[in-house]
């Protein structure tokens, strides 16, 4: 039996057998127990057993460590010359059930092994508590027992470990040594990756080309109502977005009064022509996943991530589908109904969020960037969250992005903060975003 092993394996394990079949409970020190027998109905046996876990899980670290890499393992269905086995198919639900009202459920970590013993229908068990550690609390027994001899004997508030051969209660030198290793505990520092995967989007302003549209839809439309053509009006180009047939036959506009509505209009779109490519980018550029990584071992709860992009703004992500591009520039001269009225256009609702949506992130844009906020309930070690692709497209208002994440969490005062890395990508215009929207 090769104790500088770990007592887990199918080799490791027929070793141990094979040993205790040879020297049987001579071979018990305090990393081994060996039990002839075990009836799970017999408080007696679930004692003996909880017994031994316990002392095992209060055992010095130094001394554990020297044999079985730590672990200690109580055998049951094995003595000297045989392994007879127990009833094969014991549950380790029905098991911790018995033993589990002696230690609670903050009590050792321990699980359960086996291996067919000698008749058909047996087995012998391994039971393999987890190696102490420096910080593990001091492990008390939490329910009286009073059994045939002292070995099976537990009480209440009592305090027991294993020695050489044997479990006993601690004396005042072994309390001192349990006090001092739970003093030891380290709390381990939460660490976080937050990461996206798409890049800020750089939009030129196409100022030409929009000042070629606007001459084009100017002059296209003065041609259609201060001159009324008999030909249809071909749509086919840039220009023909900018402009769309009356829903009632055109009326002859003089020219003052159109050179008015056509300067008026030139402004309007002037005005809008960053909303206008807003509305493009949103329709055809992709939009970030939001990465947030609890890389160490605890369960964190009520977690906030803010997240501030210099030099980016966001705009509302919508389906190319749904984008109207001949709606996307007003005409020049907008279709009246018969009573002289400008036709209803409807509301887009598409960028508003509902008020009681429980989706945890956020966005708002700010006077020098963009601020995203992520509230999350909980997050889960090695799980990490990741966003939708939906939330909103980002939009780089210089080659230069800077980004800095903070997080906190329920029960750390502390922020943990870091750089965000943002690439930018190459510049897009409104003729290119325009390609996008049949590609």
Known sequence: MDVSRAPTGERQRNAILEAIRQDGDVREKHFLEVKSSFDLNLKEDCAKVAKFILGAANRPVD???????????????????RVGGVPAGLEILALGQKIGRYFGTSGPQWDLERRPADGPGTEALFILIEPPRQGDPVYVCRKDFTGSN???????????VRGQGETRKVDSADLDRLFARARQRTVTVPEFEVSLDSPAHLI???????????????????????KVQSAPFPNATVAALAISNPMFGGTEWTSERFDKRAEEWEDEL???????LDKLAGAVLPGPRFSVHN????????????????????VDHTNVEDLDKNKLIPPVVRSRNPYGMDLFEPIDYSGLRAANSTYPLSWDNELDGLRVIIELPHLRPSTPWVSED????????????RAHW???ALGYNHAFEADLAVQVSEPHDFRSLMRMTTS
């Open 63 to 81: 001394l554990a460590a020297r044999a079985f890499g730590g672990y200690a393992v109580m055998v049951l269905g094995a003595e000297k010359g």
């Open 204 to 226: 030129l302003p196409s100022d030409g080309v929009r000042q070629r549209i606007v001459e084009n839809a100017i002059e296209q439309a003065r041609e259609k109502y201060v």
């Open 150 to 160: 002292a070995s099976s004997t537990l009480r209440d508030g009592d305090v027991y």
């Open 295 to 314: 890389t160490q071992s605890q369960f964190l709860e009520a977690v906030r991530v803010d997240i501030f992009l210099e030099n980016v703004r966001g």
């Open 270 to 276: 002037t005005d809008n022509w960053s909303s206008i």
């Open 406 to 408: 903070r997080v906190t």
């Open 390 to 401: 939906d939330d909103l497209v980002l939009l780089a208002t210089s080659e230069s992005v």
